[in-house]
């Protein structure tokens, strides 16, 4: 885990889609970050649209050249060892988490629609070698095991609501 103040993005093809996956490291690692993660969050979910502008400004030619990529989802992973801070959220499509106001996004997901969100999964890569996912594997050197504790614990949460 990181101990400082980044956000860090990387472009991501998996199954033949074009998303933006953005890490940014809540707490852990030092315990002064576990006594302030509730402000850190709270601070990187409000500048976050600001930090994406910065991204696509400089990613411009990029996006000039692509434009499809306006339309790829943006994956926000907050990495935390604090339970409710750590977490991956989808900001929908990169033009919509642009125009969002960094006012309006201070509570998670308020970017996504309630009628989309049902749609958007966590983009996991084939398992075996293929052509449809570049790069194979995050080129970010933190943890991936967020992506899969969230999974399970849907899927604990599931099975726990189906048996009471």
Excluded at 17 to 42: E, K, N, T
Excluded at 77 to 83: A, G, L
Excluded at 118 to 141: A, D, H, Q, Y
Aim: glycine share 4%.
């Amino acid at each position: 885990m990181r101990d400082k103040d980044e956000v860090i993005a990387e472009w991501r093809k998996v199954k033949g889609s074009m998303s933006l996956h953005v890490h940014c490291h809540i707490s852990g690692g030092h315990f002064f970050l576990d006594l302030c993660a509730h402000l850190r969050f709270y601070i990187f979910t409000k500048e976050l649209p600001l930090v994406l502008k910065a991204f696509a400004y400089g990613d411009g030619n990029l996006l000039k050249n692509y434009p499809e990529l306006q339309e790829a989802l943006v994956w926000v992973y907050f990495h935390s060892n604090v339970k409710e801070f750590n977490r991956v959220e989808c900001w929908g499509p990169l033009m919509k988490a642009l125009s969002s106001s960094s006012s309006s996004s201070s509570s998670f997901g308020s970017t996504i629609d309630e009628g989309e969100s049902s749609n958007w999964e966590v983009p996991n890569t084939c398992l075996k070698e293929c052509s449809c996912c570049f790069p194979p594997m995050s080129l970010i050197p933190w943890s991936h095991d967020l992506v899969k504790k969230t999974q399970h614990d849907d899927d604990t949460n599931q099975w726990l609501q189906q048996k009471s």
